[in-house]
């Protein structure tokens, strides 16, 4: 691979001004000969002229952050990044690279999660050249290598989640932004290194079903949060209905049989888990009538 090694180009104004002067001092030449009639002063001074002229072509303009990439007869000779003015050999190929942060938007892609649901997703990759060797010489266009590979990044993420879950051990698309966003980012990263370029920040933008499936998966979302709540109720409802038992056999309060307790416990459930209020009913006797 093409590594990036700096070129220390000179600086370019002491380099214009030399030039100019020397085009100048030329010129006079070119007239003291004319009026003197001596052909090797003129032809002296025509040449200084066509040199100087040669050499202001390697004045080169280096904005902030920005590079040019040096090339001699495709020979890769390296780059310069002080901004500025600079003079480099006038014979060498120069090519603008910018490193400039720079914001991708990929397009919404229909893929299938890992259940095999179809959803819509993008993503917004945050990036720019740390390389210009091998963003140059290494891929054939950055621009384009950096959006083909982070819409194939993306495609990949969403066939290793799931699109939601209620189970908070496993990731879901929607339900860990921030750990799926790493993931991506990672992924657009090791896919990018060679091209010369650093994901800097790659998020998720866009994500929903595939509007064939939108209305059905919206009653599964509903159907599923349903379930996963009446999950918690239960494991809620259990849990006091076993401290309630534990606190009255502890203090004493009252003994009940398996059968009573069996009675107590099921009516402590209809009261917890039920949809609607529970409307009390007064024993009058003992626990046994």
Same mark, same amino acid.
């Given at each position: 691979m093409i590594r990036e090694r700096e070129y220390t180009a000179l600086p370019? =104004?002491?380099?214009?001004?030399?030039?100019?002067?020397?085009?100048?001092?030329?010129?006079?030449?070119?007239?003291?000969?004319?009026?003197?009639?001596?052909?090797?002063?003129?032809?002296?001074?025509?040449?200084?002229?066509?040199?100087?002229i040669i050499g202001l072509k390697g004045l080169v303009v280096v904005n902030p952050n920005e590079a040019k990439v =040096?090339?001699?007869?495709?020979?890769?000779s390296g780059t310069i990044k002080h901004a500025?003015?600079?003079?480099?050999?006038?014979?060498?190929?120069?090519?603008?690279?910018?490193?400039?942060?720079?914001?991708?938007?990929?397009?919404?892609?229909k893929v299938n999660d890992n259940e095999g649901n179809p959803i819509e997703i993008a993503a917004v990759v945050v990036w720019r050249v740390v390389d210009t060797a091998e963003a140059v010489f290494e891929?054939?266009?950055?621009?384009?290598?950096?959006k083909v590979q982070t819409e194939a990044a993306l495609r990949n993420?969403?066939?290793?989640?799931?699109?939601?879950?209620?189970?908070?051990?496993?990731?879901?698309?929607?339900?860990?932004?921030?750990?799926?966003a790493e993931h991506l980012k990672k992924e657009i990263q090791e896919r990018l290194t060679r091209a010369g370029v650093e994901a800097m920040e790659a998020r998720i933008s866009h994500l929903a079903y595939a509007q064939e499936i939108a209305q059905a998966m919206l009653q599964r979302q509903q159907a599923g949060a349903?379930?996963?709540?009446?999950?918690?109720?239960?494991?809620?409802a259990v849990g006091m209905v076993e401290m309630a038992l534990e606190m009255l056999s502890r203090r004493d309060i009252v003994s009940l049989d398996n059968e009573r307790k069996a009675a107590m416990v099921s009516n402590l459930l209809v009261? =917890?888990?039920?949809?609607?209020?529970?409307?009390?009913?007064?024993?009058?006797?003992?626990?046994?009538?």
């Open positions: 370019g =104004l002491p380099v214009a001004l030399g030039l100019l002067t020397l085009i100048v001092l030329a010129v006079l030449v070119i007239v003291t000969g004319a009026r003197t009639q001596s052909p090797p002063l003129v032809v002296g001074g025509g040449l200084t002229i066509a040199l100087c =040096l090339q001699f007869f495709g020979r890769y500025g003015l600079r003079w480099a050999n006038p014979l060498y190929s120069k090519k603008s690279i910018s490193q400039r942060i720079r914001n991708f938007e990929s397009a919404h892609l891929v054939d266009d950055y621009n384009n290598y950096v993420l969403a066939t290793s989640y799931t699109y939601d879950t209620h189970d908070e051990a496993q990731m879901s698309l929607r339900g860990h932004t921030a750990a799926v349903i379930i996963a709540a009446r999950q918690r109720i239960v494991e809620g009261v =917890l888990c039920g949809d609607r209020s529970t409307q009390p009913v007064i024993n009058a006797g003992t626990i046994y009538q």
